[in-house]
C-alpha cells in the first residue's frame, strides 16, 4: 500500500483497488453494450472469484478495468486512477493474464523474453536487465515449474507450458492488482492445483486478485468473494 501512496501521490480511495460505478462498455462497431451498468468494488486483499456462462461479460469486464475498451458511461478507478484517462499510472501496479495467451509456433521470443516483457513497462525503453532481475525471471520461471525451458522459443512450447509461461511474466511483476482470466485452462489436474494454492500464497502476501475461472474443482482456498455475471450484468454476489 505503501507502494502505491508513494507513487500516486493523492490516492483517492486506498482501501479499494478497482472501484467501477454503472459502467457500460461498447466494442468497436457494435451497437449494444457488451457490459451494462455494472458497479463493483475490489479491496485490497480480496480475492474476488468472477463466473457466469459463455458471452456473459467476463473478460469484458477485465478488459474495461485495465482501460482497454471504450467505456460508454459510468466511472472506473484503479488504485484511484481514473480510467482510461490515468490507466497508464494505475496499470503500473497491474498484472493480467488474458483468457487468449497462445502464441505462434513462428514467435521469434524466447521464454526468457516473454517473463522480461513483464518488467519492460517500468524500464526505459531498449534498457537492458539488471542481474538481479535476470535471477528474478528464472526464479519465477522455476515456481511456475517450466524453469528448464528459459531459452526456448515460446511459440514451440506446449499450451500448458506456455500458460505457466505467461503467468510467470505477471507475477515477475510482483504486481498488486492480478488479473486472472481462465488462468488453468490449459494445465493438467495437478498443474491447477499447484497453481490453485501458488495463487492462494500470493494472496496471502497481499496481492489482490481478480480471478474468472470456470473450473469449481479448483477454487483457490483463500477465495473471499464470488460475483456471477450473465448476459453483461452481475447477477449474484456473495
Ligand atoms: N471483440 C469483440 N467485438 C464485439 N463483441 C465482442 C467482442 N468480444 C466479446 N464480444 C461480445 O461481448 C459479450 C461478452 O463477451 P466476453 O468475452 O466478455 O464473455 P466471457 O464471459 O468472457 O465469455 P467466455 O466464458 O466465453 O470467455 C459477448 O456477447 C461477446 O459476443
Ligand atoms: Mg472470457
Redesign the pocket.
Known sequence: MDKVKSFAGDIRDSRIALYMENVSTL????KKP??FNISLKVRYGDFLLLT??????????I?TALGLLKIISGRVLLFGYHIPEEKYKALHFVSYVP?DFMKSPLEPYTVKDVVAMGLASRKEPFEKLSREERKKVKEVLDIVGVGELINKPIGKLSGGQQQRVIIARALVRDPLLLFL??PFSSLDPEGREYMSDLFSEINKHGTTIVM?S?DKNYIPHRCNRMVE?MN?KIVRES
Open positions: 466494442y468497436a462497431g457494435e457488451s457490459i457466469g456462462p459463455n458471452g456473459a461479460g467476463k473478460t469484458t469486464l478488459e483468457q482470466d481462465e474468472v470456470h455475471m453483461g
